[in-house]
């Protein structure tokens, strides 16, 4: 895959044996509002008065949560942005979010908390959600003050969503959930998941037979196991349903009609900076130890990773161009994620083999820090190998 740079767009050009075969995947410029770039400059400034100076920060949108600073920023109407007001949202672009985005990003701030319900459940629910659902949930996660978590990856079906197994069973005014969820982010502290279950038996459509039911994480059928990651946190979550009861209005969308509303949640979850920017944090140390006296490979080095980071953040503002216009950028955002994957696991390694200085501990915390959760980046959201797939049939390569 190459990738030619013009004035007017970034086109991808797939090749075999040195031919083209394939034209398509144009990333159309979009350039940010004034009013976004004011909005920076606020956002900068609150968070220099919100941050302690003396925590060390990192980018990875995992790595910190807090209740406290979620609600900050609800109050500032940071989260929900570009919602309707009736649900308590400020009908501001997706450009305008996407710089508050960046900046919370960049500066290490604990975002895990309201994350997936700023970034996904809300869309969902003003996508497919009935009235009453978005009355009940949407100005609480405008807000700060309720939080959830997604339901999709389960044990031992890798990221083939597909073959889930948790069943939803029809009874009554509702549905018993029986089955599990795994790498479920916050489910310990989170007050509620979407979850996406089989509620007819599979078919030889594989894609036929799933919905979307609200699960009330705090219910006693449900049991939230913690998973501990290689720095010894526990944000990710094995999650247990036996005979839960999910009742009929906690249904999204229309029954059966599951995949289809988890593809378009998915363009919300692939093509954003925290994609490429979870490793940012090593980027700007590494740049202040090399800063007086830096070696030619290492300003090479810093050099690469910035143009790198330059052009994927152009990428991702395109399709935030297209959410704004209403476009479901499913293949953009696929490619934006495993591009942004690799360049996020490539950062901590490049760096660690090119220092030839004694660092600061301020560099090897964060460097350590971003090292031992590089792991999971090229997982969540779906891995590399699903999305080489999602990326392949959009071309209609497959």
Excluded at 91 to 97: A, K, N, Q, T, Y
Aim: charged share 25%; net charge negative; with cysteine.
């Amino acid at each position: 895959m190459c990738c030619e740079g013009r004035a007017s767009s970034i086109t991808y050009t797939l090749s075999l044996g040195g031919s083209p075969m394939f034209q398509g995947l144009t990333f159309e410029p979009f350039r940010l509002p004034s009013e976004a770039e004011k909005l920076r400059a606020e956002v900068r400034e609150f968070l220099t008065s919100a941050l302690d100076p003396e925590v060390l920060p990192n980018s990875d949108f995992n790595a910190g949560d807090s209740a406290e600073f979620s609600k900050s920023l609800g109050m500032r109407g940071w989260i929900g942005m570009t919602w309707p007001r009736e649900y308590g949202g400020a009908e501001r672009s997706f450009l305008e979010r996407y710089v508050v985005t960046e900046e919370l990003l960049a500066a290490g701030a604990p975002v895990g908390r309201h994350w997936i319900a700023d970034r996904q459940t809300g869309p969902l629910f003003l996508k497919f959600g009935t009235d009453e659902q978005r009355q009940k949930f949407l100005p609480r996660i405008v807000s700060g003050d309720c939080y959830f978590s997604i339901g999709m990856s389960e044990p031992d079906t890798g990221s083939d969503l597909a073959s889930i197994r948790t069943t939803a069973t029809k009874t009554d005014g509702g549905w018993l959930v029986n089955g599990s969820k795994i790498w479920t982010s916050f489910a310990h502290t989170n007050h509620y998941m979407v979850a996406l279950v089989r509620t007819e038996p599979p078919s030889e459509n594989r894609h036929a037979g799933m919905s979307q039911l609200i699960i009330d994480l705090k219910d006693p059928n449900v049991k939230v196991t913690g998973i501990k990651n290689l720095s010894g946190e526990e944000d990710f979550n094995q999650v247990f349903f036996d005979d839960l009861f999910v009742a009929d209005e906690y249904l999204v969308g229309e029954a059966g009609n599951g995949w289809q509303q988890v593809i378009s949640e998915l363009g919300y979850e692939r093509s954003g900076p925290e994609r490429f920017l979870s490793a940012f944090r090593v980027i700007v140390e590494f740049a202040r130890e090399i800063e007086s006296d830096a070696s030619g490979e290492e300003a090479a080095l810093l050099g690469r990773l910035v143009s790198h980071l330059v052009t994927l953040r152009r990428m991702s503002i395109s399709v935030a161009g297209m959410l704004e216009s209403g476009q479901t950028p499913i293949t953009e955002a696929a490619l934006i994620k495993d591009l942004g994957n690799s360049y996020e696991r490539m950062v901590p390694e490049l760096v660690r083999t090119v220092m030839d200085r004694k660092p600061s501990s301020r560099f090897l915390s964060t460097l350590n820090e971003c090292v031992l959760h590089a792991p999971s980046f090229t997982l969540r959201g779906g891995t590399r190998e699903i999305l080489k797939g999602v990326i392949a049939r959009g071309l209609g390569l497959r």
